[in-house]
């Protein structure tokens, strides 16, 4: 009955929620069963639901263009509702395509980089979908990014941001300086940056209030949930788990990897002994 697939749809509060999924990487049968249960996403007088992603869609998982494939849906669907960060994953591979500037002249090539962290299974994927079968680490990068789907490539290029900011929080994949204008801040930061999470962490373990207004949600780090007023991490993709969170109720689910059920997730503040943080 109609009444039981709503009931069977997570929507904490009412008048609307804020959904945040952080990184992907691949995993789209996680991702497939989050957005069973958001899906669809309300838009009426009562309620407009609004669905933000951290980044990192591609990369070590085992369908990173299905996961693609899935987020365009998205947005032909909720063009209003729906928004995409860029990662570092993202970046590495429109990067090894030409499509951004290398930021550090002194930084590896983003083509080895990608390679070595997850790439080589992304671009196997896109190979098979031409029903060809590759070792990314045999053929020359021309060749290997030859089977990446354009309409792909040109969906991440157009579509990601490097941040998005709403009235009381700051969504971005890496970090920033949360006391500081986000159009004075660098790509750079946003994608690679793990020092605010170390930073939260450390006044975490001191027990001090983080010298800021709007809460910062992150991914990018993999530990898992990691909250305190005014900073929120949410990758969990090193504990074999994909997250998905609700701001509005403070609600979390964990989709782990090969499971098909959703477990719930406590959203609380993450205590952190003195002794964990080393000083160097």
Excluded at 21 to 34: M, R, S
Excluded at 181 to 204: G, H, N, V
Excluded at 246 to 266: D, I, T
Aim: charged letters at 25%; one cysteine or more; a neutral charge.
């Amino acid at each position: 009955m109609p009444e039981d697939v709503e009931m069977s749809k997570w929507r904490p509060t009412k008048s609307g929620n804020l959904y945040v999924i952080p990184d992907c990487h691949g995993q789209i049968d996680e991702l497939n069963l989050i957005l069973d249960r958001i899906l669809p996403l309300r838009n009426n007088k009562t309620a407009k639901d609004t669905l933000v992603f951290l980044g990192d869609y591609i990369d070590r998982g085992k369908d990173s263009p299905g996961v693609i494939d899935k987020l365009i849906k998205l947005k032909k669907t909720y063009p209003n509702q729906v928004t995409f960060l860029l990662g570092n994953h993202e970046w590495m591979l429109l990067s090894a395509l030409g499509r951004y500037p290398v930021i550090d002249l002194m930084m590896p090539s983003t083509y080895s980089m990608m390679i070595n962290n997850g790439g080589d299974a992304t671009f196997t994927q896109y190979a098979a979908r031409q029903g060809v079968q590759i070792k990314p680490r045999e053929l020359s990068q021309s060749r290997v990014l030859s089977f990446l789907d354009t309409k792909h490539m040109d969906f991440l290029h157009r579509e990601t941001v490097e941040y998005y900011e709403t009235d009381q929080y700051i969504f971005v994949h890496g970090g920033c300086d949360p006391t500081k204008p986000m159009s004075e801040q660098d790509l750079d930061t946003f994608i690679w940056d793990r020092s605010l999470y170390a930073f939260c962490k450390k006044m975490a373990s001191k027990g001090e209030d983080l010298p800021w207004e709007k809460t910062v949600c992150s991914g990018h780090n993999g530990d898992g949930i990691f909250f305190k007023r005014g900073f929120l991490m949410l990758d969990a993709s090193l504990k074999g788990k994909l997250m998905v969170a609700e701001l509005n109720s403070m609600e979390a689910f964990a989709a782990y990897w090969g499971n098909k059920r959703l477990v719930k997730e406590n959203i609380k503040e993450t205590l952190v002994k003195p002794s964990l943080i080393k000083r160097i």
